[in-house]
């Protein structure tokens, strides 16, 4: 809805995270998804280990335009021996399945695992005005058309709300602190203001 991308954003997040860890002297690896393993970049430290993961990130030409969202707990269960921060960024659109996964709860206790969840504004609200808006679905292709009627933006805007609020209940339900990032809101002070968060807690 915006100049900036999720998957900008997406970038700008894995940028923030990865230079911080080698900061630290820690570790950095990716593993990116859709219905497949497209990105698999084992665990380095280093700065040319993170300008890899971006810029495989920002090359990365995805073989498939489907998601499954269980298959990088999988693939890291199978892999991670020993405790691991892992963030998981997405706008976890589809998500039921997944977070009822064996996999994600082995994940969810054995690891420190924060869900990055990617917001755009198109996502909360239909656009103001009137007339007919035609609508895409990224992986199955198929079309609507919504008449953007004050009806219809007033459903629109309780599904999205309801879809959100079940996602934070999930996710609450697995103990697992989560973060909101929105395309068109400052990035940097909430990132801080989470990390400090959870330090204080600790």
């Known amino acids: 809805s915006t100049d900036h991308s999720k998957r900008e954003l997406l970038v700008r997040i894995a940028a923030i995270l990865a230079f911080s860890a080698i900061s630290d002297n820690m570790k950095v690896g990716l593993v990116a998804f859709t219905d497949r393993i497209e990105l698999d970049l084992p665990l380095k430290k280093g700065s040319r280990q993170t300008w890899k993961i971006l810029e495989s990130l920002w090359d990365v030409k995805p073989s498939s335009i489907k998601t499954n969202l269980s298959l990088p707990f999988e693939h890291l269960f199978a892999r ?3 405790s691991t921060s892992l963030f998981l960024i997405s706008d976890f659109i589809e998500v039921e399945n997944a977070l009822r996964s064996h996999a994600l709860r082995h994940l969810a206790r054995k690891h420190d ?10 996502e909360e609200a239909l656009p103001g005005g009137r007339g007919f808006m035609r609508l895409r679905d990224a992986e199955s292709g198929g ?3 919504v008449n953007l009627t004050a009806k219809n933006k007033s459903i629109y805007r309780s599904m999205m709300l309801e879809r959100k609020v079940a996602l934070e ?11 909101f990032l ?7 002070d909430p990132i801080i203001g989470f990390f400090l968060a959870r330090k204080r807690r600790k």
């Open 143 to 145: 079309t609507m058309v």
């Open 169 to 179: 209940r999930a996710l609450y339900s697995l103990n697992l602190d989560h973060l």
């Open 113 to 122: 695992l924060v869900p990055v969840i990617l917001e755009d504004s198109w």
């Open 182 to 188: 929105h395309v068109e809101k400052p990035l940097l």
């Open 80 to 82: 991670l021996k020993t």
